[in-house]
């Protein structure tokens, strides 16, 4: 049937199939592929193993093991090509390794990513008779996924042996040497993983209601999904986020031995059997930990629609998602009522979100009366009260969203030479703390108003290069979007927020460990959340055009569309609530961005936001 390595394919059409397949095989199942390579070459160095263009998300492929008269050539290319197979423990893979080497392979603790597949050049083809033969892998990295899962954004060159034994009884050649992890090219990253986000709880939080964090990982996609999230979320928060949250399951926790994979009945509910470790807790943390899990599952599968956990041989707890509001709460559960923006007489003025109304009102109060010229605004997530930048960017004013509201003195002022050197659009966490950037060149700060009023808190920015010139504080509180300008480069940020200090002190603020989440931007312009882990940002590659795009926090690409192309952006506001349509200020006035419809202008305008 085959001649050298190949791939099993199962599932609906296939698309782009490689040229180099020669024969397949349908049998009655439903379109099983059996492929081929009988136009493998045995000889020579193998480039660019980018083994699957982007294919529909029904197929299935499953690698197939080493023909028993493969050449060095075709173990490689075999074994590569099996790392991007949905096999769910990499058992053909490990059959063109030998046995030693197949014990020691660890393919979870790591997935490089390169621009290509990876290439692979045999270091001698003389050596063959010796029964021993090494090739060097190539490639270009972009990104990494450690073994919590966690996406990060890499670069330089990919450089890994694989060496090659045959063994002298059946005269068979396979790989006793091989990298840890897996590699494969971007595109079949793209096929074979996507990202999901688990939820914990921010540290400070509290209350009836705590607050849930998004903490995105990327998994197997066609590998028992719900299963991989349940026991990645179990197991706790990737590195990054876990100083700033907590989680409701014990120390120790796991699935119990052997569960799996985890489907939901007819009735929607999943139930999860854990270890021992949480065999003690009582009813409000089990709840919390089930609420964990349906924030955790709500896209990935949503026909789960409660949760029952399971733990020293009986029920701990159920928790249906109808009342998961109820234990805990995300920063992006309400849509907004308003969309805010800065009119052409510098007055704060609001429509009604959602509403084919268009007509601009002024806000009630003193922001909304023209008492001071604006030139940006925050509203807090409440609706309740809004900050606002003065024309000439030197002051911040905070009121009250009612009538007969007074603006008061200025809450913070800067002195910054130009209007461009000073203070940023403000942004509300979920708190009510009001953050805000002094953007002078001679004394670059980022402050922090607890409840937008009060003696400023100078927030502590260790790790940070540069000035920042825009401001966006996640719903959640913990994570924070900066926007940071070094050297004549804007470039996006994500920080974590790190809260200090008892009742009566003033509170010590950090934000730290940042991490780019747009490495391939020179100059970011604009950008907003846009989802829980997810935002929408304005830039330009180095010699290219303005572009508008999504990031996640952890720098990945979404596979998702993006925005329809706008020119001339300068300003752009997302809801975290996803439903909510994208608005921006362009050389068109304020314009909103329907769900898949074009930009349509909505009023004239500057500085639109959404609560927050």
């Not at 093991?65 to 058992?91: H, N």
């Not at 014990?250 to 009735?267: E, M, N, Q, Y």
């Not at 009121?399 to 002195?415: I, M, Q």
């Amino acid at each position: 049937m085959r001649t050298g390595t190949g791939r099993l394919r199962v599932g609906g059409g296939e698309r782009g199939r490689r040229a180099r397949v020669r024969t397949a095989a349908y049998v009655a199942s439903g379109a099983v592929l059996l492929a081929g390579c009988a136009s493998m070459p045995d000889s020579g160095d193998l480039r660019g193993v980018e083994s699957t263009p982007r294919q529909d998300t029904q197929v299935r492929v499953f690698a197939m093991p080493p023909s028993e008269d493969a050449t060095p050539t075709q173990i490689v290319q075999g074994f590569l090509e099996a790392l991007t197979s949905d096999d769910p423990d990499y058992k053909t893979a490990r059959q063109y390794l030998t046995r030693e080497a197949a014990k020691t392979w660890k393919p979870e603790l790591s997935t490089t990513v390169l621009s290509d597949g990876p290439g692979a050049q045999a270091d001698s083809t003389d050596q063959q008779d010796t029964g021993s033969l090494s090739y060097t892998l190539t490639g270009t990295k972009v990104a990494t996924v450690d073994a919590q899962q966690s996406y990060a954004p890499a670069s330089g060159p990919y450089d890994e042996l694989v060496h090659l034994t045959k063994d002298a009884k059946s005269e068979q050649w396979r790989i006793d040497t091989v990298p840890q992890g897996v590699v494969m090219g971007k595109s079949d990253f793209q096929r074979n993983y996507m990202s999901v986000n688990k939820y914990y709880f921010a540290s400070d939080s509290a209350g009836a209601a705590p607050m849930t964090v998004a903490d995105p990982v990327y998994v197997r996609s066609h590998v028992d999904p719900t299963t991989q999230m349940v026991r990645s979320l179990v197991e706790g928060p990737t590195t990054w986020l876990d100083p700033a949250v907590r989680t409701a399951f014990p120390a120790g926790t796991a699935l119990r031995k052997g569960a799996g994979p985890l489907t939901p009945d007819d009735r929607g509910r999943l139930t999860v059997p854990l270890n021992d470790k949480a065999a003690e807790v009582d009813t409000g943390r089990c709840e919390e930990m089930a609420a964990q899990l349906l924030f955790t599952l709500r896209t990935l599968s949503p026909a789960v629609d409660e949760v029952e956990l399971r733990a020293g041989g009986g029920q701990l707890c159920s928790l249906a998602r109808n009342g998961v509001e109820l234990v805990a709460t995300r920063g992006a559960l309400d849509s907004p009522d308003h969309l805010y923006f800065v009119d052409d007489k510098h007055r704060l003025v609001r429509i009604t979100a959602g509403s084919s109304d268009t007509e601009p009102a002024p806000v009630p109060g003193a922001l909304g009366e023209g008492e001071k010229a604006l030139r940006s605004v925050a509203v807090a997530r409440d609706e309740r009260t809004a900050a606002g930048v003065s024309l000439d960017g030197r002051s911040l004013f905070v009121a009250s969203l009612v009538s007969g509201s007074s603006l008061g003195e200025p809450v913070l002022s800067s002195t910054g030479k130009t209007e461009d050197d000073r203070l940023t659009t403000p942004s509300w966490d979920a708190q009510g703390g009001l953050w805000v950037a002094d953007s002078d060149p001679a004394d670059p700060r980022l402050y922090l108003l607890e409840e937008g009023a009060g003696e400023p808190v100078q927030v502590r920015t260790p790790g940070l290069d540069g000035r920042v010139r825009a401001v966006r504080v996640a719903a959640d509180g913990v994570r924070i979007a900066l926007v940071v300008e070094k050297d004549g480069r804007s470039s996006l940020v994500i920080g974590r927020i790190d809260r200090n200090g008892g009742t009566g002190e003033q509170p010590v603020v950090t934000v730290l460990d940042p991490r780019s989440a747009t490495p391939v931007l020179e100059q970011v312009t604009a950008m907003s959340w846009a989802g829980d882990s997810r935002l929408v940002v304005v830039g330009r590659e180095q010699g290219g055009v303005e572009q508008m795009k999504y990031v996640e926090v952890d720098g990945s690409t979404p596979d998702v569309p993006p925005p329809a192309a706008l020119t001339g952006v300068k300003a752009v506001t997302a809801s975290e609530d996803e439903q909510a349509p994208l608005m921006a200020y362009s050389v068109d006035g304020i314009v909103r961005l329907p769900s898949g419809a074009q930009w349509q202008k909505v009023a004239e305008g500057t500085a639109p936001v959404y609560p927050g």
